[in-house]
């Protein structure tokens, strides 16, 4: 599954906001990945993900392929929409 999101998250995707979304991301056996400003990294890893910077009504595209890609897709995109 891949979709291109914005990011809602008052914070972005910084510190704590980055921490649980790789807390989350590691509860599932499907790979996440994230893709912004050319670059594509492994949504399992914090200092991938801040290495992004990734602000507010930033654009990204969410890549989650796995056997519980569905799920675990949802639950991110929850994470990036603030919620």
């Known amino acids: ?3 291109e ?3 809602k998250n008052d914070h972005g995707l910084h510190a704590r906001p980055a ?3 790789v807390q989350t991301a590691a509860k ?3 790979n996440v ?3 912004s400003h ?3 990294v492994n949504g399992k890893s914090i200092l991938s993900i801040l290495s992004l910077g990734l602000n507010k009504n930033d654009l990204i595209k969410l890549i989650v392929s796995g056997p519980d ?3 675990a897709f949802d639950q991110l995109e929850k994470i990036l929409n603030g919620e």
């Open 28 to 30: 599932f056996k499907s």
């Open 1 to 3: 599954m891949e979709k």
């Open 69 to 71: 890609d569905k799920t």
């Open 19 to 21: 921490a649980l979304f």
């Open 5 to 7: 999101l914005i990011i």
């Open 38 to 40: 050319g670059k594509r």
């Open 33 to 35: 990945d994230i893709e």
